[in-house]
């Protein structure tokens, strides 16, 4: 456990606000909300038992089109689920959600989406006693979405936590969301609520807004309010909190060492918040948290953490989703056939994306039937999935139209108003001498080099062609190299060698350590002499390792709107305003911070 990062930490942090949760409901509210209960009771009093199994799994599926996609895509689903389309998935599953991804060719373009949600739905409702689909994805922004350009694309949560305005948090989260609901997607797994408290976290990092769980909560809640405006469920994850882990829990089994009263301090406010904003859906954390619940099981399947702390403590009564049961962090216990069961003994709602359906939904349908689950508590769970179902009007009508993609999806008015946000992040947080803004007279001719990261979904990139073409539009004369995350031996001379020819270079640092060629890269061009800008393009700690860079700025992430927003800070034409949402350590003393949370200067 680390105490000494812990304890600095905790410095930064406010004492956590104990925050009510919701107002009190009028005697007309209560009326309706019985009266829809009772019609949603009755919808359930007619499903069999295998179309209540299937209303709880929401499921991945291969395609563009839900009757039609390619043979690629055929055979993939036919290897992983034994169904050809997302239409047979249905007829034979009846899953009461599907989650759409890049990389499953969901999402080639706004129009292709919003056909893909009508056949789904199409689909569904043409079954006996057929309901609508809940239609989610993970569209967080920043360094996670899965529907890229032309959608609006936002600063992702740490750089939105930087400019530290909830009015630019929930602007974000309305536009994105009524971009989402054009395009018939209903739910989105954001914002990630997780207290980023540990520089080494894998896994969320710069997808958190921040260190402060005050900080956090209030952005959390901003987010929250303007997704669900848009009709757009928002989802809090990873709950109990994902902040403080050095694993992920994709790939391993994370533990979380925080005390009860360190969770309810660092962990638990951002949750608070989302529930007093009146949050639509929680997200499980496939972590283990001993001082929560000793028995060595992932929060997903943690009775005392789902039912005990979450619905119990917190007075929390909307849908609970599991984070993928294909990750490993869940699966390293128990067998793919008791997760399922387990996740909805602890007081889930929601199975998301199981490894293999046939075997969970046949776990479920065994331990019905076996008397391990009721039929009670399947109603439950299917109750508050069609409450929400319900509430974003996918009962009365689940179809949307390509005139409604055209009206909302990336237009003028929400790309700039991206534009405005991300201008408002950027964050200025070495500059010796005055070198920044750089000048056109001066500092024309610039040298753009650094990692390229893999895009972010639907961003132009790379991010050196990127920096490149913006600089070009504001009257510099760029020259690109991409040196990568590990830059050789090789590319370093060819960078030192073009730099030679330049007034100025700019690097852009992706997740630097000790150990990585992209310092002895940064250091061989700061020896040539020529001036050298950094741009940490994910995580700010970058400029801890590299402590002779005489000008520094933070985007947080290389998104196309983040990079261009930064270009322009650094060449003047905008102030940086951003602020550090998280502290940045010493790199050879972790102990002691070398630029603290509201650290950023000012031209």
Do not use: C
């Amino acid at each position: 456990m680390h105490t000494s990062r812990r304890t600095l930490l905790a410095a930064t942090a406010g004492a956590a606000a104990v925050v009510a949760v919701g107002g009190p409901a009028s005697a007309e509210d209560d009326d309706t909300a019985r009266h829809d209960d009772k019609r949603l009771r009755a919808l359930i009093s007619r499903m069999t038992l295998e179309e209540k199994v299937g209303q709880l799994f929401v499921m991945r599926v291969y395609g563009h089109s839900a009757t039609a996609p390619d043979q690629a895509d055929i055979d993939a689903n036919l290897k992983e689920i034994g169904v050809r389309t997302a239409a047979e998935l249905i007829a034979k599953y009846r899953v009461g959600g599907i989650i759409y991804f890049g990389w499953a060719h969901n999402t080639r373009d706004p129009h292709q989406i919003a056909d893909l949600s009508n056949g789904i739905q199409k689909a569904s409702l043409a079954q006996s006693r057929g309901l609508p689909v809940l239609i989610s994805t993970d569209q967080e922004h920043g360094i996670v979405a899965r529907v890229g350009k032309p959608a609006t694309l936002f600063p992702g949560a740490m750089t939105l936590g930087a400019g530290g305005s909830r009015t630019d948090a929930r602007t974000a989260g309305r536009i994105g969301g009524a971009e989402l609901r054009a395009m018939g997607v209903r739910q989105d797994y954001a914002p990630v609520a997780d207290v980023n408290v540990n520089p080494a976290n894998p896994v969320i990092g710069v997808r958190s807004f921040g260190a402060d769980p005050q900080a956090v909560a209030g952005m959390v809640a901003a987010q929250v309010k303007g997704y669900q405006s848009a009709g757009v469920a928002a989802t809090s994850k990873h709950f109990p909190g994902h902040g403080d882990t050095e694993t992920d829990s994709h790939y391993g089994f994370p533990v979380i060492e925080h005390t009860e009263a360190q969770w309810a301090e660092l962990d638990a406010p951002p949750f608070r918040a989302a529930i007093a904003a009146g949050i639509d859906s929680i997200m499980t954390a496939h972590i283990m948290v001993p001082a929560l619940d000793p028995s060595g099981d992932p929060a997903t399947l943690s009775r005392p953490i789902l039912t005990g702390i979450l619905r119990e403590r917190l007075g929390y009564d909307g849908v609970v989703v599991t984070d993928s049961l294909g990750m490993e962090g869940v699966r390293t216990k128990y067998g793919d056939d008791r997760v399922p069961v387990l996740a909805l003994k602890a007081g889930v709602d929601q199975l998301l994306n199981p490894p293999k359906l046939d075997v969970a939904w046949n776990a479920v349908l065994q331990a019905v039937r076996g008397g391990e689950l009721t039929e009670a508590r399947l109603d439950e769970s299917i109750l508050r999935v069609l409450r929400l179902k319900a509430k974003l009007g996918l009962i009365k009508d689940p179809y949307v139209t390509r005139r409604g993609v055209d009206r909302v999806v990336g237009i003028p008015s929400h790309l700039k108003a991206a534009d405005r946000i991300a201008e408002r992040t950027t964050t200025l947080l070495v500059n010796s001498g005055g070198l920044l803004p750089l000048s056109r007279r001066t500092h024309r001719k610039v040298l753009v080099v650094g990692a390229d990261p893999a895009s972010p979904s639907g961003t132009t990139g790379p991010p050196t062609t990127v920096l490149g073409a913006a600089l070009t539009e504001l009257g510099f004369t760029a020259t690109v190299l991409s040196t990568g995350t590990a830059p050789t031996d090789a590319t370093i001379a060819k960078a030192v060698a073009a730099a030679q020819d330049v007034d100025a270079v700019l690097v852009g640092t992706y997740n630097v350590t000790a150990a990585s060629s992209q310092r002895t890269l940064v250091n061989q061009l700061l020896a040539t002499g020529r001036p050298v800008v950094a741009l940490a393009i994910r995580n700010p700690y970058d400029v801890a390792q590299l402590p002779d860079v005489k000008a520094y700025l933070a985007a947080y992430s290389w998104t196309d709107v983040e990079l261009r927003a930064a270009v322009r800070v650094l060449a003047g034409r905008a102030d940086p305003v951003g602020e550090l949402p998280v502290p940045v350590q010493k790199a050879d003393k972790p102990t002691e911070v070398l630029y603290p949370v509201g650290h950023g200067l000012r031209y």
